[in-house]
T-cell receptor, first 112, second 113 residues
């Protein structure tokens, strides 16, 4: 398996909902990332996990909560989001933190 | 802070022409420079990358050049095809550490048949 997968592809949620985004890779990569991408903008880094430990939190609001249950899985738990959080959420992985990053297809999130 | 400037923001070429996208980075410690292609509604796809110990790298119709002194790097696409139409992002990072990619703003390339 040479791809990063993400579920769901699309998600619509209300501001009071709790939902989770999932990311999976089976390439043996030890670094995983969450990015947020708004239309016509580059990906914006949110979190970095290295060897299942949170390495970077780019001052992301606490309504976004990442989790790395094991070396293949990365979750992003969402709670009390705002409409401005609507975006494409991309997961990426790399062999270690010093190498090329490979992106998943993303989850398109709409917050109503 | 760290910054990557990318030009042009849009580029329109005829099929078969060449396309060049240029990026300038501010962090002189940057030593890894990937290029991503993102088609509408799709994931960013790594198409080529270069490290600072190399001045040029080619892969079929795509090449990247790096000028460390000027802190410039460029993507060259030859014999463009309609399927090359996409948004292209350059990025820069330091290898080692946590490999935070600093992205350029993107170039929307349109290749007209």
């Amino acid at each position: 398996d040479t791809e990063v997968t993400q579920t769901p592809k699309h998600l619509v949620m209300g501001m009071t909902n709790k939902k989770s985004l999932k990311c999976e890779q089976h390439m043996g990569h030890r670094a995983m990332y969450w990015y947020k991408q708004k239309a016509k903008k580059p990906p914006e880094l949110m979190f970095v996990y290295s060897y299942e430990k949170l390495s970077i939190n780019e001052s992301v609001p606490s309504r976004f909560s990442p989790e790395c249950p094991n070396s293949s899985l990365l979750n992003l738990h969402l709670h009390a989001l705002q409409p401005e959080d609507s975006a494409l959420y991309l997961c990426a992985s790399s062999p270690t933190t010093g190498n090329e990053q490979f992106f998943g297809p993303g989850t398109r999130l709409t917050v109503l | 802070g760290e910054n990557v400037e990318q030009h042009p923001s849009t580029l329109s070429v005829q099929e078969g022409d060449s396309a060049v996208i240029k990026c300038t980075y501010s962090d002189s410690a940057s030593n890894y420079f990937p290029w991503y292609k993102q088609e509408l509604g799709k994931r960013p796809q790594l198409i080529i990358d270069i490290r600072s110990n190399v001045g040029e790298k080619k892969d079929q119709r795509i090449a990247v050049t790096l000028n460390k002194t000027a802190k410039h790097f460029s993507l060259h696409i030859t014999e463009t095809q309609p399927e090359d139409s996409a948004v292209y992002f350059c990025a820069a990072s330091r290898s080692g550490g946590y490999n935070k990619l600093i992205f350029g703003a993107g170039t929307r390339l349109a290749v007209h048949p």
